[in-house]
């Protein structure tokens, strides 16, 4: 397989030239960028160039120069700083070029194996997302669970779930004094649709909507455009990346890719997310390379799904008979590995826009 690489050199040149030809706010300026996307706006996802390691104001200007409409920090972590000074400087910066602004607060279920108390509580991790959100100027501060292992925790996700809610709730005047909604993220194959709504159903659509993930969808064993149009409606925010999935002896290997890459029909996807989520962007979250296992037909995984039925899965086993692997890439030899992985992250975002633009 071969890949539109680009030069490491070239992009850090391109960042310095616009960094000396904006020197005054170290951002382009609102008035040179002109979004052919007025109608389905688009976004960066920080996790998509994780491998440059950019915080927010290195985020903005990558989102800028790319003509982006928003810019997605999905956790505390993508800031220099949290104090009140520093996110005043990260609104400005994207002001000035047009960007929008959404945040993440993280996992807010204490029970998760992946939760940290960073914060204190997760009623304490949602109201520092709400300073935070409120600061920047976002209307949603997402959060989730965890990822796949919380099924075979205590009580399995039932409990977790039970958790979030309880949490979301403990904050609810908080959140309606802000004029800012929670969005729970479907992470890392940890909920499947029917437990998102369940959970918006528990707490209401006043507090709570959906971060929706396609690709950790699949993961679920979810056909990720049936759960566009089951959660479409209640979408506040989202982080999308195209994906492949084929037969496996023990059920079935997936790996997401580049957007137009994979199985995903791109034209319907746009068109559907249009109708149902007018006005959300579509944050691109591209990560790619790495093949993982969903063994569904083994007695221990199925654990984790109690009460699944063949019938809820039909779809996504009807798209496990129509993917092939795609080849791993690997860096070509005396290349250096670190520099290999932030081109190829680069290459597939700037792809995946590329190909959205088509369609929308």
């Known amino acids: 397989m071969t890949m539109t690489t680009i030069s490491r050199r070239k992009i850090l040149h391109r960042f310095a030239s616009t960094a000396l030809a904006t020197s005054g706010t170290g951002i382009i300026g609102a008035a040179e960028k002109s979004s052919p996307l007025a109608t389905l706006p688009l976004g960066l996802d920080g996790h998509a160039v994780r491998g440059m390691k950019w915080k927010s104001l290195q985020l903005i200007e990558y989102a800028a120069k790319n003509q982006l409409d928003a810019v997605l920090f999905n956790g505390p972590h ?30 807010i279920s204490e029970g998760a194996k992946s939760y940290r108390d960073t914060y204190g509580s997760g009623a304490d991790t949602l109201r520092e997302g709400l300073r935070i959100a409120r600061a ?26 039970e958790e979030a809610a309880r949490t979301l709730k403990a904050v609810r005047d908080e959140a309606r004094d802000h004029g800012v909604k929670f969005a729970f993220e479907n992470h890392a194959g940890d909920t499947r649709s029917e437990e998102v709504l369940s959970l918006i159903e528990a707490v209401g659509t006043d507090l709570c909507g959906v971060m929706l993930d396609p690709g950790n969808a699949l993961w679920a064993m979810e056909d990720p455009m049936e759960q566009l149009e089951r959660l479409g409606p209640h979408v506040l925010c989202s982080s999308v990346r195209d994906y492949m999935v084929w ?108 190909t959205l633009r088509k369609y929308a």
């Not at 220099?80 to 960007?99: F, M, P, Q, T």
């Not at 993917?323 to 590995?337: S, Y």
Request: with cysteine; proline share 7%.
């Open 78 to 107: 993508y800031f220099e700083s949290l104090d009140s000074e520093h996110l005043k400087r990260v609104k400005a910066a994207a002001d000035a070029a047009g960007l929008r602004i959404y945040i993440g607060a993280g996992g």
């Open 136 to 161: 920047l100027g976002s209307p949603v501060v997402n959060c989730r669970i965890g990822n796949i292992d919380d099924r075979y925790s205590e009580g399995g996700i039932a409990a977790r779930l």
């Open 247 to 354: 037969p496996s002896e023990q059920g079935a290997i997936f790996q997401w890719t580049a957007i137009g890459e994979g199985l995903m029909d791109v034209p319907a996807y746009v068109k559907t997310f249009k109708k149902l989520c007018p006005g959300v962007p579509l944050f691109v979250e591209t990560i790619s390379n790495q093949a993982r296992p969903i063994p569904f037909l083994t007695k221990e995984f199925l654990a984790g799904f109690p009460g699944l039925k063949v019938t809820d899965i039909t779809s996504f086993l009807k798209l496990c008979q129509q993917g092939t692997p795609p080849a791993i890439l690997e860096a070509p030899e005396g290349t250096d590995a670190k520099s290999f992985d932030q081109d190829l992250q680069i290459s597939e975002f700037e792809k995946s826009i590329a």
